[in-house]
């Protein structure tokens, strides 16, 4: 039997998992946990074959960085990112990691049971494109990256000259992006354009992960 950990902040996403898992003829619990910082304890004290991972777990533990740290312990060990967040870095961010496969809570066709299968018979399973979602009068697919990592920053509430030092670019230059933006989807405001795009998860600021 393949025994799985399961990592997941919500309850019914987290229940579901685990009624599937219990109902699998293949599969048994290893574990059910809410924080993702607490992997490494259930891997060096418990057998686990196949980890659910989150990727914003609960007290701002982060699935990915707990993912990466597990891969360079336990290579063996396979790993399956599950979310409901369009961030448009997480697919590359998951592929860096070495992570096994990646799954869409919502927007999967597949049923995650069969990309387990999938996963533990050596398959590396992932999504070709992040979930396309409306943002206000745009699709999230006409944005650049470029103005999406300005998005990202811009959800921090710092100034142009803030996120322009971060990202290495003038503060006029992230000015217009954010203009750009703003004419995109119809919002009034960058503060509109801020909360709107953390509501709808199409950018999610990690500090842990951008000071990378």
């Known amino acids: 039997m393949t025994r799985v950990l399961i990592v997941e902040d919500q309850s019914m996403p987290r229940t579901l998992f685990e009624m599937y898992v219990n109902q699998s003829e293949n599969y048994t619990l290893a574990g059910s946990i809410s924080n993702a910082d ?6 060096e004290n418990s057998d686990v074959d196949l980890i659910l991972m989150d990727i914003c777990t609960s007290m701002g533990a982060n699935g990915l960085e707990a993912a990466e ?3 360079a312990k336990f290579p063996k060990i396979k790993i399956i990112i599950v979310t409901s967040m369009p961030e448009y870095s997480y697919l590359k961010r998951a592929k860096e990691a070495r992570v096994d ?3 869409y809570k919502e ?5 995650i049971i069969e990309l ?9 399973v992932f999504p070709d494109t992040t979930p396309k979602i409306k943002f206000g009068n745009a699709m999230s697919t006409d944005f650049t ?7 990202r920053e811009l959800t921090s509430g710092d100034t142009n000259t803030e996120i322009a030092k971060r990202l290495y670019i003038a503060p006029g230059t992230v000015k217009n992006y954010i203009q750009y933006m703003l004419e995109k989807t119809g919002f009034k405001s960058r503060t509109e354009l801020a909360v709107k795009a953390r509501e709808a998860g199409l950018v999610i600021l990690d500090d842990r ?4």
């Open 107 to 111: 927007v999967s066709s597949e049923p």
């Open 116 to 124: 387990m299968d999938r996963t533990m018979n050596g398959e590396r």
């Open 69 to 71: 740290r597990i891969k």
């Open 101 to 103: 496969s990646f799954w």
């Open 209 to 212: 992960i951008n000071d990378k």
């Open 38 to 43: 607490m992997t490494d304890y259930h891997c």
């Open 145 to 151: 990256e470029r103005e999406l990592e300005v998005l």
